[in-house]
């Protein structure tokens, strides 16, 4: 049972594009979605995060959309750069109660900015 | 500098060779766990450790020990490896009580590992 679903699984987009990708989750007990960025040979790094308390955060060119009643979450990178090209995976996890702090991944997105 | 690391990076080993992938982190962490990353898969969880002496089976445990006797080491352990383990393996830690809270995991480098 998959419980995060992570779409598209490649994505192409020209230097200064928007780049967008999406996630949607089963288990309502999730209560933190951050998004890694990985780049080849390394390990996954937090790239940003949110709670399901807001609808929105933006950190720089990097901005999470959250729409708790959908069960979806988003990934939106504005004027994309060539250095942004990487592996990007959504995850979720419980962040409360003693329980394991297990991070579910959608199944990861290549995306590559041309210059 | 406050990072996770891991050893070896690359591996390769015939099955039923007995091995270890060491993982350790400085940063204090309570939490430490073990993912495998395969093509098309993501990352699924393999292990996890609430403190020392506590581990407990994640996703996909099966082939696979883990120990927790010091609080910034968790080696994991492959007694009898198959192929089915070839995979990137990545060891990460998080705290359970910092100050402010916060719920970022911390990723080591990988190991790449080949079973043959």
């Known amino acids: 049972q998959q419980q995060v679903k992570q779409s598209p699984q490649s994505l192409i987009v020209q230097k200064g594009g928007i780049s967008i990708i999406n996630c949607a989750y089963e288990n309502t007990a999730f209560d933190y979605f951050p998004w890694y960025q990985q780049f080849p040979g390394k390990g996954p790094a937090l790239l940003i995060a949110i709670r399901p308390d807001v609808s929105e955060k933006k950190e720089g060119r990097f901005t999470i959309s959250f729409n708790k009643s959908a069960k979806q979450f988003s990934l939106h990178i504005m004027d994309s750069q060539p250095g942004d090209s990487a592996t990007y995976f959504c995850?979720?996890?419980?962040?409360?109660?003693?329980?394991?702090?297990?991070?579910?991944f959608g199944k990861g997105t290549l995306l590559t900015v041309n210059p | 500098e406050a990072q996770v690391t891991q050893n070896p990076r690359y591996l390769i080993t015939v099955t039923g060779k007995k091995l270890t992938v060491t993982c350790s982190q400085n940063?204090?962490?309570?939490?430490m766990s073990w993912y495998r990353q395969d093509p098309g898969l993501g990352l699924r969880q393999i292990y996890y450790?609430?403190?020392?002496?506590?581990?407990d089976k994640g996703d996909v445990p099966e082939g696979y020990k883990v120990s927790r006797k010091e609080k910034r080491n968790f080696p994991l352990i492959l007694e009898s490896p198959s192929p089915n383990q070839t995979s990137l393996y990545f060891c990460a830690s998080r705290s359970l009580f910092s100050v402010p809270r916060t719920a970022e995991q911390y990723f080591g480098p990988g190991t790449r590992l080949t079973v043959t």
């Open positions: 995850a979720a996890s419980p962040n409360s109660g003693g329980s394991n702090y297990k991070l579910t």
């Open positions: 940063m204090n962490h309570e939490y």
């Open positions: 450790s609430m403190n020392v002496e506590v581990t």
